[in-house]
């Protein structure tokens, strides 16, 4: 996206306003998250808004990013802006990608769907969830229906099964994935207390495990474990009963056929064992570049000295990220992991940041500290659940349109070339 873009968009807003038409979608994030809230379920806000322990990493990425002020300057030609950036051999619009979030379904139907249609329509990289409540087939097909060959990234979650983590693989690469994000920082849930309060594990519910049962690896496991467990009887009671009603919705086949089968219950406890594997280490890391010709990005890096070993490792990316506050109660932030991560890639390879980005000036902030993009999370998410792709997609450009605004309004005209000298520490 080049010169004008975040004045079009207000204009656009405004032409509206004329004909007494407000926007779908709140412009701010707060009243942005007020409203969704309203929108969703208590486990849907739950999972979603909520974060670890007490939310102080949440507040923490905030008041990281309050600390530095953007210092403009003044009498500079800032006609022409480029909000370009090159990731991985591709040129897309704006530093910003739809950043990968679970059990989707809880905002909206057939989220992930919904999210690569809005990703698509910008023209930025979506990262498919590796807990999606679609498959990565699906969706990349309805992304190539808006535009075809759209920007897409695939997430994966190291499961105890290899065999899984190379299917999983080939998948991504097969529906044209420009990268895959290896999320580190989630080896077992985080202390979730908003989740806990309610007994509500979207996954238990068979929300968010379709990347898996459209797996033909995953199918197998299943069907060993059905072999291997006849004659197991589980605990039946009203709440089991609701429980087994959600999974028989959300397998794939027939509801049902799915009612009277083990075959979903089995699905959703297979998943619950296998997906993450608390042991991965470096040395497992080591072995990952001869399995995929995809750039490797390594997300939930927030150590310099994790960063220079990501280097020498030889991968491709990082992405600085506390997975938005949802894992450790009194993480750093990411802004300030970021201070000392970026200096340490050293332009070496690529640097990405997530969690508690939710403006346009947060976004130049975090590219003038040394990210090359950043990852929007609850915003898309908060505009999915009150108005779907559409709203998806509005929440994403209005923050867009507030980075060109603001990187014209502070004196410059290209975000890769903005630096610490456009903020101050206060």
Not at 23 to 37: G, H, I, S, Y
Not at 119 to 125: D, I, M, Q, R
Not at 128 to 143: D, G, K, P, W
Not at 185 to 197: A, F, H, I, V, Y
Request: hydrophobic content about 45%; charged content about 25%.
């Amino acid at each position: 996206m080049t010169t004008g873009y975040g004045r079009a968009r207000q204009n656009d807003i405004y032409t509206a306003g004329v004909h007494r038409r407000k926007p779908r979608v709140p412009t701010d994030f707060a009243e942005l998250e007020r409203r969704a809230k309203r929108a969703m379920s208590a486990r849907a806000w739950a999972y979603i808004g909520g974060g670890a322990g007490e939310g102080r990493t949440m507040a923490a990425n905030r008041r990281a990013l309050d600390r530095w002020a953007i210092v403009p300057r003044i009498l500079r030609d800032v006609s022409e802006r480029n909000l370009e950036v090159e990731l991985f051999g591709r040129r897309i619009p704006a530093p910003v990608l739809f950043a990968p979030v679970g059990a989707g379904s809880l905002a909206a139907p057939d989220a992930d769907r919904l999210i690569g249609h809005a990703a698509a329509e910008l023209g930025v990289p979506y990262i498919f969830s590796n807990q999606a409540s679609v498959s990565m087939e699906a969706v990349a097909a309805e992304m190539d229906g808006v535009a075809p060959g759209a920007p897409r990234w695939f997430q994966l979650y190291w499961s105890t099964d290899d065999e899984l983590v190379d299917s999983l693989l080939a998948r991504a690469e097969e529906i044209g994935a420009d990268a895959v994000v290896v999320t580190l920082d989630t080896t077992m849930l985080g202390w979730r207390p908003q989740d806990l309060n309610l007994g509500s594990l979207p996954f238990a519910r068979g929300e968010g495990i379709a990347q898996y049962t459209s797996d033909r690896r995953f199918v197998d496991i299943v069907t060993e474990r059905l072999r291997t467990a006849a004659g197991e009887r589980p605990e039946i009671s009203l709440g089991a009963i609701a429980t087994l009603i959600s999974i028989t919705r959300n397998a794939p086949g027939r509801f049902v056929a799915n009612l009277t089968s083990a075959r979903p219950r089995a699905a959703v406890q297979t998943f619950l064992d296998i997906y993450s594997r608390p042991s991965l280490s470096w040395d497992d890391l080591a072995g990952l570049r001869g399995r995929t010709s995809l750039p490797i990005v390594l997300k939930g890096v927030l150590h310099p000295d994790d960063a220079r070993r990501a280097v020498d490792a030889g991968v491709d990316g990082i992405i600085v990220s506390n997975h938005g506050g949802r894992q450790i109660d009194g993480a750093v932030s990411t802004i300030d992991a970021l201070e000392e991560v970026a200096p340490a890639v050293d332009g070496r390879i690529k640097v990405l940041i997530d969690s508690g980005i939710y403006t346009g000036s947060d976004v130049f902030k975090a590219l003038a500290l040394g990210a090359d993009a950043a990852c929007i999370g609850r915003p898309h998410m908060y505009g999915l659940a009150l108005a779907g792709a559409d709203g998806a997609r509005d929440a994403v450009a209005d923050i867009i349109a507030e980075l060109d605004l603001t990187l014209g309004l502070a004196g410059h005209t290209d975000v890769a070339a903005l630096d610490r000298d456009a903020l101050r520490r206060v």
